[in-house]
């Protein structure tokens, strides 16, 4: 792993105590390298896994050519234009059972949904576009129609030999349809990504204890399992610690152990009893930033190096403001697992939406405001803000929809403006 100072120097514009967040982001895609080791999974268990090597389709798809219709299937080049075509129907293709046979131009064979195309034809005309004549034959209508309409080809979906899944890619519900039609039982994927994490402080009670004067319940252990979870990595949760320098270290050297990466939550402020500093820069290669950014802004990343020597762990100190730890996994730690995890797409799209209320900013900072996005009269996206932006107040992550993102040189959103919303569905 690259040494931070050697990745700062390579960076215009940094500067640790004002860090905005797009050098934030490019210092984390120069510093992230993806982890190494496979294993070959069932389909069953391959589900948000991410794609190892080439998936090389060993069929077409489809395998020949079909039906896209409930119809009849005919020669395409007895259609003339500005005449109906009437066709004698001779037989009936279904599908999964290929029907053989000579068909004339001047007949038909009734065809279902995924049927192989009989030989010599090539046009499917659907059922709900013809009429039955008084004789029997089947009658399509004039300009119903082009020649070749309705027929799926082989392999016009995949060829033989061709890429069907990437290197790198997640394996997404869909991609696990895919993988399913091409015959393949297993698949080669990366290894599970192992993240340990702990919260820190001495304010810090465990749901079900007692509630005492000026200590919280950690919200920030059970958010950061959510968001974990949801990545489909190995999640360790090593609880939380008080601020004791002796217990801290225990617990970061036991997270080297076996992690591939490590977040801690809180103690990376400046404040006196914030001894995580002290000790990462002891037993690793540690930046302590200021990010220009709101909410969010202390944050610690570098490298911690394991008991055995073999290799350094990845470290991620978040801070201790719960809606502040959230955003600053979502907005710089999900995409550097992500790429870790050896995924080829580490950021979530933005969706365009128009503001519903002016939204106060002061340009130099990138702020991520907690808002709602719903569909406004006329069809389009719309979000407003949740209320209240302190980064302490965790109900408005629970009620927002998305983070509506306001860019570094931006000042105050006029309502009726165009906005940037990182959705939630997806990413959390």
């Known amino acids: 792993m690259t040494a ?21 982001r490019d210092f984390l895609a120069r510093m992230i390298e993806p982890i190494h080791g496979t294993e070959t999974v069932d389909l069953w268990d391959a589900l948000d896994r991410i794609v190892a090597s080439d998936v090389i389709s060993p069929i077409n798809v489809p395998p020949h050519d079909n039906s896209a219709m409930d119809g ?10 500005g005449e109906p075509l009437r066709l004698a129907c001779i037989a009936t293709a279904l599908a999964g059972h290929a029907w053989s046979g000579d068909v004339a131009a001047d007949q038909c064979v009734r065809i279902m949904t995924g049927a192989v195309m009989p030989a010599g034809l090539d046009t499917v005309v659907p059922l709900e576009l013809t009429r039955t004549t008084d004789d029997g034959l089947v009658e399509i209508p004039a300009g119903a129609l082009r020649a070749g309409a309705n027929r799926r080809r082989k392999g016009e979906d995949l060829e033989q030999g061709s890429v069907a899944l990437a290197r790198g890619e997640l394996i997404t519900p869909a991609a696990l349809g895919l993988l399913a039609s091409l015959g393949l039982a297993r698949v080669d994927v990366k290894r599970r990504l192992r993240v340990a994490y702990f919260s820190t402080g001495d ?23 959510g968001l974990l979870t949801r990545l ?4 360790v949760d090593l609880g939380s610690v008080k601020d004791e320098p002796e217990q801290l270290e225990a617990l970061l050297r036991r997270a ?19 001894h995580t500093k002290a000790l990462m820069h002891r037993l690793g290669d540690v930046a302590f930033w200021r990010i220009a950014m709101r909410p969010g802004r202390p944050m610690a990343v570098g490298s911690l190096s394991r008991p055995r020597g073999d290799g350094r762990c990845v470290l991620f100190g978040l801070p201790g403001n719960p809606v502040a730890a959230m955003v600053t996994f979502l907005a710089f730690v999900r995409p550097a697992l992500r790429q870790m995890m050896g995924c080829v797409r580490t950021e979530p799209p933005l969706l365009q939406a128009t503001s519903t209320e002016t939204l106060r900013k002061r340009p130099g ?7 709602i996005v719903s569909r406004a009269a006329d069809g389009t996206l719309q979000v407003c803000t949740t209320g209240n932006q302190g980064s302490g107040v965790l109900s408005s992550m629970a009620h927002a929809n998305g983070l509506i993102v306001l860019p570094h040189a931006s000042g105050t959103i006029q309502a009726g403006d165009s906005v940037e919303v990182m959705m939630f569905d997806g990413v959390m």
């Open 203 to 225: 304010e810090i009670l465990k749901p079900g204890e007692a509630p005492r004067e000026g200590a919280v319940y950690d919200s920030n252990r059970f958010s950061l399992f």
């Open 365 to 371: 900072r990138t702020e991520f405001q907690r808002g």
């Open 256 to 274: 080297t152990e076996d992690a591939d990466a490590i977040i801690t939550s809180g103690g990376v402020s400046g404040g006196d009893a914030d």
């Open 4 to 24: 931070l100072n050697t990745i700062a120097d390579s960076i215009a514009g940094y500067d640790q105590n004002d860090m905005p967040v797009d050098v934030v």
């Open 72 to 81: 009849f299937a005919f020669h395409g080049d007895s259609l003339r234009a």
């Open 232 to 235: 489909g990595i190995q999640v």
